[in-house]
């Protein structure tokens, strides 16, 4: 497609479900971000990955998180046993590298809502 | 301003008026960008500089950094309706693209 899909575009589960959230990225952009966007917390940056190499997962806020990108292309966010404080927007990005100079090309996002 | 633990920002103004929103940052960095979001959606980069840049321009917006201030302007001249949306300033920390985003000014642009 033309831009960063996100789906699906809202979840409401109950507390202590898993979820998945999946993220196609532009074609041919080789690093990939996801990030989460709370009201009063701005976004927070959550894992990337780029290329082959190992993601750089210093952003994920405890061991219930974790994403795998197949491929090199679909990443998927998972979330085990969720808890209220994880309801946000959860944002992912693509970029034709990791490269600094690089913008950033982002989805709509995924409003997760734990009852 | 916007960067890490500062409160966002809210800016009404008239259409066609300019409208000047800023960000400040703690380390030293390879450039900074600014991005837009509008209401239910995803962030659309808006522009970048690069930290031996001082001044860019894109359109109607412009952009200044100042390395020894750690802060970074954006400016909207001739405002429209359509700018109504979030701003945020993003820095590159580590040198990979992982930005480190500010929490945002709210720009509210009255028809």
């Known amino acids: 497609g033309a831009g960063v899909s996100q789906s699906p575009s809202n979840k409401v589960t109950e507390k202590g479900k898993d979820v998945e959230l999946r993220c196609d990225p532009i074609?041919?952009?080789?690093?990939l971000y996801w990030y989460r966007q709370s009201l009063g917390q701005g976004l927070e940056f959550l894992i990337y990955f780029q290329g082959n190499s190992a993601p750089d997962k210093s952003g994920l806020p405890s061991d219930r998180f974790s994403a795998e990108r197949t491929g090199g292309s679909v990443s998927t966010l998972t979330i085990q046993r969720t808890q209220q404080e994880d309801s946000a927007v959860y944002l992912c990005?693509?970029?034709?590298?990791?490269?600094?100079?690089?913008?950033?090309?982002f989805g709509d996002g995924t409003r997760l809502s734990i009852l | 301003s916007q960067q890490g633990e500062e409160d966002p920002q809210a800016l009404s103004i008239q259409e066609g008026e300019n409208a000047t929103m800023n960000c400040s940052y703690k380390?030293?960095?390879?450039?900074l960008q600014w991005y837009r979001q509008n209401s239910g959606r995803g962030l659309v980069h808006l522009i970048l500089i690069r930290s031996n840049e001082r001044e860019k321009h894109s359109g109607r917006l412009r952009v200044t950094l100042d390395t020894s201030k750690k802060s970074s302007s954006l400016l909207i001249t001739a405002s429209r309706a359509a700018d109504t949306a979030s701003y945020f300033c993003a820095t590159d920390l580590y040198g990979n693209n992982r930005l480190a985003f500010g929490k945002g000014n709210q720009v509210v642009v009255i028809p």
């Open positions: 074609s041919g952009h080789t690093a």
């Open positions: 990005a693509s970029s034709l590298g990791r490269s600094s100079n690089q913008p950033q090309h």
């Open positions: 380390t030293s960095i390879n450039n």
